[in-house]
């Protein structure tokens, strides 16, 4: 069960997202709390799983992976989320994946080098789950991303 936030444990996690590395003392300074208080609110968050983790947005432009796909897929019979979650979770190229409505199973977000990166990678997608097949749409240019710092 998902615990009620007051406004202070909103302002905490405004601050996090947008510094995941600032100290307690400087998001206390900012929400009018010491920092043992915030530790102690940021604490109950993660054990009771309103902030599930924290992570590290690498520029895709710095590692070169500027190929860009959304890459439909379809699957034989019916594959559980859990399964597909399985496969794909450990192909860094994929950098997000969702089970959807309509005629796909699952829509990927897939990020590469180059085209001869993402065929590889389309490659290792194919065959981590029973696929029938996939259609993917490579991006020209990002027009909004909202995702991205």
């Not at 990927?108 to 590889?120: I, K, S, W, Y």
Request: overall charge negative; aromatic content about 4%; some cysteine.
């Amino acid at each position: 069960m998902m615990e009620r936030l007051d406004d202070t444990d909103e302002r905490i996690l405004a601050e996090l997202a947008e510094n995941a590395r600032a100290t307690f003392a400087e998001i206390g300074q900012r929400v009018n709390l010491s920092a043992p208080a915030v530790k102690r609110r940021v604490d109950r968050m993660l054990d009771t799983g309103v902030i599930r983790g924290f992570t590290t947005i690498v520029d895709r432009n710095a590692l070169g992976w500027t190929t860009e796909a959304y890459v439909q897929v379809f699957c034989h019979g019916t594959i559980a989320p859990d399964q597909l979650r399985a496969a794909w979770q450990d192909i860094p190229e994929v950098v997000s994946a969702a089970t959807v409505t309509g005629t796909s199973d699952a829509l990927l977000h897939v990020l590469a080098r180059d085209m001869r990166h993402l065929e590889e990678a389309l490659e290792r997608i194919r065959a981590s789950a029973d696929i029938e097949r996939s259609e993917s749409i490579v991006v020209l240019s990002n027009l909004i991303d909202r995702t991205r710092a």
